[in-house]
């Protein structure tokens, strides 16, 4: 198993430990306010690599690079535009990510060959310790094997990743416990990617009307869309929606039932879970909350719908992605 280790500060010998760890092309993984991440020198395209065989990550997904702020991203993109900074003054550090055109400096394999860098400035006083001391952006995806659940804690990035990673530094459970806002701005209008802890009305706010990449909102099943089924965010458990309110008919030790709200009726022996109607406070549970059930070894878990609204479109869209089929 890596080791788990505490940092008390930014000049504790833990944190020059990772840093100088991170310096010399390893892997180290941290706490930031949405998920763990899995870091390494994001400049340095062999370390990188080493995140995507850590993960089992296919070279098709891009990963985002974590930087101290404004100053460090403007040298990683060849436009930097008023919407950029204006959300960058708004929400960094915080748990927004700019998809932005890509300078000379970021290798390719971050950009997932492509024109475009994903960049964005953690809030976590850790991961802006970990950033500052090495003096490099880091490239840091969720701390997890690839389509498998996010990691909220030290011991699920542990019982993931296992000797892949040289050091877990850890900061206790996350806070927001899902992945940043993605917001591409390389398009004619600024568009959401991922929707996360930072609300589409709170970005419109700052820079007027979006768009909401398709993708992330439909409710249906990715199955049906062809190229699309992407089984992401999944407990091992197999994780169904179901209509509010309606139960189950099947029982069993092994089968769990989440409501938002009030439980139903359910048959004796399916342990029934309420979380309560606030997309943040489910948020912060949500992956948790699936880790204990995988541990536990439920078999089967039935999630009813979450509401409808804009406030729960982040949780709306991991849940789709973790009841979608595995892809062939
Ligand atoms: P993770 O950090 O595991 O949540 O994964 C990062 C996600 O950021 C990827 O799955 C992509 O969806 C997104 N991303 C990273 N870089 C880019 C980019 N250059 N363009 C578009 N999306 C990106
Ligand atoms: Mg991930």
Redesign the pocket.
Known sequence: MARILKASGADSPVLREAAAILSSGGLVAFPTETVY?LGADGLNAEAVAKIYAAKGRPAT????LHVEGIASAKVLVSQWPEAAQRLAERFWPGPL?L?LPASGLVPAIV??Q?P???LRCPSHRLALALIRAVGRPLA???ANRSQHL?PTRPEHVASSLGEAVDLILDGGPTEAGL??T?L?LCGERPRV??PGPVAPADIEAVIGSIDIWEGAVKMGDMQSAPGMAERHYAPRARLELVEPGRGCVSSGSRLAYVAFGALPALPEGVRGISLPLDAEAVGARLYALLHDLDDAGFERILVERPPDGETWMAVRDRLRRASAKESA
């Open positions: 991440g997904n891009p990963v985002i990510t998809v950009r997932a492509g475009n860098v994903a840091a995806p969720s996010s992945e940043s993605i591409d990617l991922r």
